[in-house]
């Protein structure tokens, strides 16, 4: 896998793309917050639909659109670019550890590793890492997958059987904060299939 397809500025539009512009309309809006709060509940309930965790995840992504909104909707008109998300990103996150960030993106981020644990058992595994990348990566080859989630894993991870969410947020800001190439730049799977 390239380095030059995990560079910080495909990493932060990789995150616009496939985890925050759920409508594909190329800018992020409060709609695209709705929808992931709706999106977010009825996976992590695999199919139900609580109205108790709906309206607490509708209060995670207000909080979240309207901290984004502040910090990068710099022309004010409602909507964020790629370009002036990078911008609140690198002004919020780059060089910052995970405990820094804003407090929207923590409250979203742990959000996203209760999503991803389907099994509730605090510990993101292989199966659940791979069921989380292929909803947004077209691929016949699980092996790049597995090998993205393996170079995740330092001995600790291995020992207790995947990403604890400690670990995940230690990665997530990584990800979001570190601009080198690091094991971080794997958390959502391979970012660009290479044939």
Do not use: H
């Not at 500025?9 to 309309?25: H, L, P, S, T, W």
């Not at 009825?42 to 207000?62: F, Q, T």
């Not at 080198?180 to 660009?192: C, E, I, Q, S």
């Amino acid at each position: 896998m390239s380095a030059e397809n995990y560079t910080w500025d495909k990493r932060i539009e990789f995150i616009v793309r496939y985890m925050y512009d759920i409508d594909n309309n190329g800018f992020l809006d409060s709609k695209d917050f709705e929808c992931m709060a709706l999106r977010a509940t009825i996976i992590e309930g695999k199919g139900d639909c609580s109205e108790k965790r709906l309206a607490e995840y509708n209060n995670i992504m207000k909080s979240l659109w309207g901290e984004l909104s502040d910090l990068a909707d710099f022309d004010k008109d409602g909507m964020i670019t790629t370009d002036e998300f990078k911008e609140a990103v690198r002004k919020t996150c780059v060089g910052k550890k995970y405990d820094e960030f804003p407090k929207a993106m923590k409250a979203f981020i742990e959000a996203n590793f209760k999503i991803m644990d389907i099994n509730s058992d605090g510990v993101i595994g292989v199966d659940e890492f791979r069921y989380n990348a292929i909803q947004r990566l077209a691929t016949n080859n699980i092996k790049i997958i597995d090998d993205a989630f393996n170079a995740l894993l330092n001995e600790k991870d291995k020992a207790e059987g995947g990403l604890t969410l400690s670990r995940y947020q230690e990665l997530y800001g990584d990800f979001l904060g570190k601009q080198d190439f690091n094991p971080a730049v794997f958390l959502f799977g391979p970012l660009a299939v290479e044939d």
